[in-house]
């Protein structure tokens, strides 16, 4: 069964300043691979996915993620923060024969003055 | 179009009592997912269903059950309410064409509270 860790779970940044979460992934095969947002109090919404090709992909708000085959990761980045990127950050990795998702445990993201 | 939504946003129940969460999406799509949400635990998967008329266990389906009364609607129920069941719950929808069948859409949320 896959499986992801998020190790931060809680990161602080200033605005302005560059920003990268990790996510690392247990499978066999190439995962389809998602980063979620939460806002407080909100439910999730979709920032990004990679299902093939590409191993950079482009996603909303800014942020973009890179896939590693052979660090089995998938570590989101956005260049620059502002104060509205606040929010809890989750990965979830799925597979193509099987559309449940596997959730990490989340990094939430304070951001400073 | 409102994409998936839950009802209600928040409730508090006594230790033993029932209820029932509801979920239903307008896009059409053919699996739908409940997860309950703790600190510091991500998104667990409760149940899902992946077609209209087919539902299966997640990974924490103790002391819940599901219905998949149509292709737009999917309800929690809880039959005896415990403490262990506090928790944000989460619907979600996902289509089945590939690439996207994985793409899953969320709703809002409903907070619940056992006393």
């Known amino acids: 069964a896959q499986s992801v860790t998020q190790p931060d779970i809680h990161i602080t940044v200033s605005e302005g300043a560059s920003l990268e979460l990790r996510c690392n992934y247990s499978y066999g095969a190439t995962p389809y691979l998602f980063w979620y947002v939460q806002s407080p109090g909100q439910g999730l919404q979709l920032l990004l996915k990679y299902f093939s090709g590409d191993t950079l992909v482009q996603g909303i708000k800014g942020f973009e993620a890179e896939f590693k085959r052979s660090q089995s990761s998938f570590n989101l980045r956005k260049p620059s923060v502002h104060w509205s990127d606040a929010a809890e950050y989750f990965c979830?990795?799925?597979?193509?024969?099987?559309?449940?998702?596997?959730f990490g445990a989340g990094t939430t993201v304070t951001v400073r003055a | 179009n409102a994409g998936v939504t839950q009802t209600p946003k928040f409730q508090v129940l006594k230790t033993g009592q029932s209820m029932t969460l509801q979920c239903a999406q307008d896009?059409?799509?053919?699996?739908m997912y409940w997860y309950r949400q703790d600190p510091g635990m991500g998104l667990r998967l409760i149940y899902y269903s992946a077609s209209e008329g087919t539902t299966d266990k997640g990974e924490v389906p103790n002391g819940y059950n599901v219905s998949r009364l149509n292709k737009r609607e999917f309800s929690l129920r809880l039959e005896s309410a415990a403490p262990s069941q506090t928790s944000v719950y989460f619907c979600a929808s996902s289509g089945r064409d590939y690439p996207l069948g994985n793409e899953q859409f969320f709703g809002p949320g409903t907070r619940l509270t056992v006393l």
């Open positions: 896009m059409n799509h053919n699996s």
């Open positions: 979830a990795v799925g597979e193509r024969a099987d559309y449940k998702l596997s």
